[in-house]
C-alpha cells in the first residue's frame, strides 16, 4: 500500500459515519443465518444457499455453482477482484 493510500484509508476510516456503517457490516456478518454464505465476485455481493449437508454447491469446473444463488445485491459500490 502506498503511504498516500494508507493515509487516506486512516482518515476515512476515523469518520463516524464510516464507522458506524462498519459496525452495522460487521453485525449483519455475525448474524447471518447457517444456512447461508456469501460469495463475491465482480458484480458484487451474492447470498448463496447451502446444501442440505451444509456444503457449497461447486460448479463442474470446481467453482461456484450460479444456480445455488439465493440473492445478489446491486447498486452501491460493490467491486470484486484480486489483491
Same mark, same amino acid.
Given at each position: 500500500?502506498?503511504? *498516500?493510500?494508507? !493515509?487516506?484509508?486512516?482518515?476515512?476510516?476515523?469518520?463516524?459515519?464510516?464507522?458506524?456503517?462498519?459496525?452495522? =457490516?460487521? !453485525?449483519?456478518?455475525?448474524?447471518?443465518?447457517?444456512?447461508?454464505?456469501? =460469495?463475491?465476485?465482480?458484480?458484487?455481493?451474492?447470498?448463496?444457499?447451502?446444501?442440505?449437508?451444509? !456444503? *457449497? =454447491?461447486?460448479?463442474?469446473?470446481?467453482?461456484?455453482?450460479?444456480?445455488?444463488?439465493?440473492?445478489?445485491?446491486?447498486?452501491? !459500490?460493490?467491486?470484486?477482484?484480486?489483491?
Amino acid at each position: 500500500m502506498s503511504a *498516500r493510500a494508507k !493515509k487516506r484509508a486512516a482518515q476515512v476510516g476515523r469518520r463516524p459515519s464510516v464507522r458506524h456503517w462498519i459496525e452495522r =457490516f460487521q !453485525k449483519l456478518a455475525e448474524e447471518m443465518p447457517p444456512e447461508v454464505w456469501v =460469495f463475491v465476485a465482480n458484480a458484487g455481493p451474492s447470498v448463496m444457499a447451502y446444501d442440505s449437508k451444509g !456444503k *457449497r =454447491f461447486m460448479g463442474p469446473n470446481h467453482g461456484t455453482d450460479r444456480d445455488g444463488v439465493v440473492d445478489s445485491v446491486h447498486g452501491g !459500490k460493490w467491486e470484486g477482484g484480486d489483491w
